[in-house]
Nanobody
Framework: QVQVVESGGGLVQAGGSLRLSCTASGRTFSNYGMAWFRQALGKEREFVAA????????RYADSVKGRFTISRAYAQNTVYLRMDSLKPEDTAVYYC???????????????WGQGTQVTVSL
């Protein structure tokens, strides 16, 4: 069975930084995409960032572009999300997803982690 595990969440003051990590295990992955979504309290889950097999293929939500950076360690089936200049509106549970594309919709992904909480205070 496939396991997807996120880590790195926590409490940070506005303007600060965090780095999230996600590792997928349980099978051999090839030509797959990895993505980050987030869900704030009372809101729908939304796309944050994604990276394909090639490190040159990435995409970001407009709300985080220029502040967040996604990267991958392909041999380790690991994806990172560097979050800088954090804002209170970034507060959410962040989820890692694995699939065959890097689409912005949740239905495009096959495997999900349990999420890691990110809280940004003023």
């Amino acid at each position: 069975q496939v396991q997807v595990v996120e880590s790195g969440g926590g409490l940070v003051q506005a303007g600060g930084s965090l780095r999230l990590s996600c590792t997928a295990s349980g099978r051999t992955f090839s030509n797959y995409g990895m993505a980050w979504f987030r869900q704030a309290l009372g809101k729908e889950r939304e796309f944050v960032a994604a990276a394909g097999w090639s490190g040159d293929v990435t995409r970001y939500a407009d709300s985080v572009k220029g502040r967040f950076t996604i990267s991958r360690a392909y041999a380790q089936n690991t994806v990172y999300l560097r979050m800088d200049s954090l804002k209170p509106e970034d507060t959410a549970v962040y989820y890692c997803a694995v699939g065959n594309s890097i689409a912005v919709v949740v239905g495009a992904y096959d495997y999900w982690g349990q999420g890691t909480q990110v809280t940004v205070s003023l």
